[in-house]
C-alpha cells in the first residue's frame, strides 16, 4: 500500500499503524507502536527531532480537526523534505482509519508554479498582479493608517543598450539593476518590475510626508550610477514620478497614472530627475484624455485635412515633389501641431486611419497636378509594424489611378530600428511596386548611418536641426557635409529640410548640398490649389529664357 495508515480506536490508540505510515514518519518498528496513543506517537518524533515541540502541538490540532470531520483533508508540513495529506473515515465501531501520503513532489511543484505565476522569470522582482496583490496585504496590516508612497522607475535610454549591445546584454543590465533595487529596498518597500525597463515601488507605514518623500528620494539616487553587466560598464541614470496620499485614499490603479504623469514630467524636464505629483498634471491628463476623444472623432467625420509642402530643385526653378502634411483644427483650440496629434492618434491606435486618409487625399490632389511632381505621404512607425501597409498603399493607387513613381513615402529612423528585418521586407515590396523610399528627420536617430546601406532607400531627408546653425556652427555644418557626401556614395538623393534663409540656401548650394530644398526659404505648406498655381508661375518664369535659348541655338 502507498499510502500511511494508522486504525485508531476510540481513545485515539493504535490498533493498526502498516508498514509505510512507519518509514513515513520515521518511527521505527510497527509493532512498538500498538496500543499507543496518537499523542505518544508525536511526542515520539520530537524527542528524535523530526518535529518541533510547537509544531507537534500545530500538527495534533489539524488531525483533531480532521477527524472531528470539520475537514475532509490536512496538508501538514512535517519538514521542508516532507510534506503528509491525511484524510480520515470513522469506523463503524467509533474509531477512526487515518490515511495519508506523502505529497512533497506535488507541493514543490505547486510552490515552483506560484513561484513562476508571481515572480518575474527575468529578475525575480514580484510582477504586477502579484505586486497588487503584497500593496492590498501590506494596507490590510497597516489597518491604512498613515502616509503611503507609490513610485514608478524608468531607466533612462534603456532602449538605447539594447540596440547597441543587443537583448542579452540589456536583459543582465536589468538583472543588476533588480539586485541593487532588492538591496536598496530591503524591506523598506515593495519593488516590481512591471514591463521592459519599468520598475515600481510601495513604500508604507509613514506619518510625516517629508520623511516618507526623502525615503523615497533616497531610493532614486541610489538606484542610478554604475552597473556592470556582460562585461560592460553602464553609467545608468532613472527618471523617477511619485505619488503621496493617504493611505486610505490609496487605490493602485489611480496611484500608478498618477505616478506615470510625474515620470513623464521627469522625462520632459530633465533626465534621471525626480518629480512629485501635482494636482495639475491631473489636468494635462484629462486634458489629453479630451483631446484624444475629440480626434477620435474628427477621423471619423472627415475633419483632418491636407496641407502640401513643396521640395524644390535646389535653384528654386522647379517644384520636384510635395510633402503631404496633416492638418486638424479643433473646434475650441484652434490648429492643434501634427506632432501632438500623430502621437496621440499612435497612442490610441488610430494613426493607421489617418495615413489612409492622407494617402488616398494626397494620390487625388497629385493627379491634379503637372505631371513632374510626385506627392510624398509620412508614415508612422506603427504603419510599418505589419505588412498591412501594402495593400492599403496598392488599393488607394490603382483606386485613384496615381502612377506610383509619384507616390514617395517617408520612413523615419525609429521605424527603421524597430524590427529592422521585417521593416526592410516590407520597404522592398512597396519599391517592388515602383514607389519611391525616402527616410525622414534623417540624423536625428541613433546609429544612423551603419543603417544607410542595408535599408532599400531612394531619398536622404536630412533633418532642419543640421541646418539651423550652419553659419554660426562650423563643426555642425561640417556634419552636413559629411552626411551629404555619404549618401552621394550610397546614391540616394539628398533633401535638406528647414531652410529659411537666403543664407542658409547659398552657402548649401556653394557647396552643393542639396539634391532638394524643402523650407520657408521657398515655400510653407500650402493648400493643393496653391501648389497648381505655384507652379504655374514658375513654369511661367522658366519658360522665357527657354524660348530665348532655343532661338540662339
Ligand atoms: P516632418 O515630416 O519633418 O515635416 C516637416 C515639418 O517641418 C512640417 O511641420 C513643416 O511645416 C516644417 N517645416 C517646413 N519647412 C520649415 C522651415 O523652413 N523651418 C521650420 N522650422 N520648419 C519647417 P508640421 O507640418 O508641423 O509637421 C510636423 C511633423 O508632424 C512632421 O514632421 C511629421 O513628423 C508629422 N506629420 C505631419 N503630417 C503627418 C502625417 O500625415 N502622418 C504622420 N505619420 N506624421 C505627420
Ligand atoms: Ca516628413
Ligand atoms: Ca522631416
Known amino acids: 500500500m502507498p499510502h500511511g495508515l494508522f486504525m485508531l480506536d476510540a481513545d485515539n490508540r493504535i490498533l493498526v499503524a502498516n508498514r509505510r505510515a512507519c518509514e513515513l514518519l520515521n518511527l521505527g518498528d510497527r509493532e512498538r507502536l500498538k496500543d499507543c496513543h496518537l499523542d505518544a506517537v508525536l511526542r515520539y518524533g520530537v524527542r528524535h527531532t523530526f518535529l518541533e515541540q510547537d509544531q507537534a502541538k500545530q ?20 519538514s521542508d523534505d516532507l510534506f ?41 522582482l514580484p510582477n504586477r498582479d502579484y505586486f497588487g496583490e503584497l500593496v492590498s ?27 547597441t549591445r543587443g537583448h542579452v546584454v540589456g536583459d543582465r543590465l536589468l538583472c543588476a539593476i533588480s539586485e541593487r533595487l532588492k538591496k536598496v529596498t530591503g524591506d523598506k518597500a515593495i519593488a516590481a518590475r512591471l514591463m521592459g525597463d519599468e520598475f515600481v515601488l510601495f513604500f508604507s507605514s509613514e506619518s510625516n510626508r517629508r520623511v516618507l518623500e526623502e525615503r523615497m528620494r533616497a531610493v532614486h539616487a541610489q538606484m542610478r550610477g554604475i552597473y556592470l553587466a556582460s562585461g560592460f560598464t553602464f553609467n545608468i541614470s532613472m527618471s523617477a514620478g511619485y505619488v503621496i496620499v493617504d493611505s486610505t485614499d490609496f487605490r493602485l490603479e489611480d496611484m500608478q497614472i498618477k505616478a506615470d504623469l510625474a515620470l513623464f514630467e521627469s522625462k520632459s524636464r530633465e ?16 486634458d489629453r484624455q479630451k483631446l484624444k476623444t475629440d480626434l477620435r472623432e474628427a477621423i471619423e467625420t472627415g475633419g483632418l485635412s491636407v496641407a502640401y509642402q513643396p521640395m524644390f530643385l535646389a535653384d528654386g526653378s522647379r517644384i520636384e515633389c510635395c510633402e503631404a502634411l496633416a492638418r486638424w483644427t479643433h473646434r475650441e483650440r484652434g490648429p492643434v501641431p501634427p506632432d501632438v496629434f500623430i502621437q496621440l492618434a499612435e497612442e490610441i491606435g488610430v494613426v493607421s486611419n489617418i495615413t489612409k486618409f492622407m494617402l488616398r487625399q494626397a494620390c487625388i490632389d497629385c493627379l491634379k497636378w503637372p505631371k513632374h511632381i510626385a506627392v510624398s505621404v509620412n508614415l508612422s512607425v ?99 557635409r559629411g552626411m551629404v557626401n555619404l549618401s552621394r556614395e550610397l546614391g540616394l538623393k539628398i ?59
Not at 467509533?94 to 513561484?115: C, N, P, S
Not at 521586407?425 to 546609429?447: K, P, V
Open 59 to 78: 500538527v495534533l490540532k489539524q488531525l483533531d480537526q480532521l477527524m472531528q470531520g470539520m475537514q475532509s483533508r490536512a496538508l501538514i508540513p512535517f
Open 84 to 124: 503528509l495529506e491525511f484524510s480520515a473515515s470513522r469506523r463503524a465501531s467509533g474509531g477512526i482509519v487515518l490515511i495519508f501520503e506523502d505529497v512533497t513532489a506535488r507541493v514543490r511543484a505547486e510552490k515552483k508554479i506560484l513561484q513562476m505565476v508571481r515572480f518575474d522569470t527575468l529578475t525575480g
Open 137 to 163: 496585504n501590506a494596507l490590510v496590516d497597516q489597518n491604512r493608517t498613515g502616509l503611503t508612497g507609490f513610485m514608478v522607475l524608468d531607466v533612462a535610454e534603456f532602449k538605447h543598450v539594447n540596440d
Open 271 to 286: 533626465r534621471g530627475s525626480c518629480t512629485a505629483f501635482e494636482a495639475e498634471m491631473d489636468a494635462n491628463y484629462l
Open 382 to 480: 506603427l504603419d510599418l509594424r505589419n505588412g498591412e501597409i501594402i495593400p492599403i498603399v496598392t488599393d488607394i493607387l490603382s483606386e485613384t489611378g496615381l502612377e506610383p513613381c509619384r507616390l514617395h513615402l517617408e520612413v523615419t529612423e525609429s521605424c527603421l530600428m524597430e524590427e529592422a528585418a521585417k521593416v526592410q521586407t516590407i520597404l522592398q515590396e512597396l519599391r517592388a511596386r515602383g514607389i519611391t523610399i525616402a527616410i525622414d528627420d534623417f540624423g536625428t536617430g541613433y546609429s544612423s548611418l551603419s543603417y544607410l546601406d542595408a535599408l532599400p532607400l531612394d531619398i536622404i531627408k536630412i533633418d532642419r536641426s543640421f541646418v539651423r546653425n550652419i553659419r554660426e556652427d562650423a563643426r555642425r555644418f561640417k556634419l552636413l
Open 495 to 553: 533633401v535638406i529640410e528647414g531652410v529659411e534663409t537666403n543664407d542658409q540656401l547659398a552657402l548649401i548650394n556653394q557647396y552643393k548640398c542639396a539634391d532638394l530644398i524643402q523650407g520657408y526659404v521657398f515655400a510653407a505648406p500650402m493648400p493643393s490649389l496653391a501648389i497648381e498655381s505655384l507652379s504655374d508661375t514658375l513654369l511661367k518664369k522658366l519658360s522665357v529664357p527657354k524660348r530665348r535659348n532655343r532661338r540662339t541655338a
